[in-house]
């Protein structure tokens, strides 16, 4: 008798478990509106400088420089597995929609979801891109700065909004 309690037990917070996970659908829509919010707040103040570029880096994140030399404009970002890429275009002002523009113009990007933000002469992206049946491409945009990275499908509610203020931050040293 213990035993079948037991495996009853044991069934019933499995499945109140399973219930408690996000779907894909349900992070992507809170992904977006975090990073809505996250580009429309005043941007994080910066806590690091690598070359030219200042930038808030969330906790437990690391960056550095790309190892091209005569690429200075790109940082990778990584957090524990996640590795992402940050590009920094200079000549791009706050209301740039370059990158915007051209992931629009990429006919082989299947983007599931994309949300325009714009603010106080700013624009801003956030797109989820199919990247293979188990993997989604995030991209995140403001001004000339862009930050991508391919991902499971978990956290990503999460890494969009980490993303959105990283992108937010970024200024160029005087």
Sequence with gaps: ?????????????????????????????SGIANAESVFKAD???????????????????NVKQSDDLND??????????????????????????LHYELLKKDQTKKIIKEEIIEEDEAFGFTAIVEADEEHYELIVSSGGAKISTITEQKKIDTKLEDMMAIVRSVQLKE
């Design 43 to 61: 941007a994080e103040e910066t806590n690091k400088t690598i070359g030219e570029i200042k930038l808030y880096v969330p906790t437990r994140y």
């Design 1 to 29: 008798m213990k035993h079948k309690w037991l495996l009853a037990c044991t069934m019933m917070v499995v499945f109140v478990l399973s219930g408690c996970g996000k779907t894909v659908e349900e992070q992507i829509d």
């Design 72 to 97: 200075s404009n790109n940082l990778i970002l990584t957090k524990g597995k996640d590795q992402y890429l940050l590009f920094v275009n200079e000549h791009e002002k706050a209301d740039s929609k």
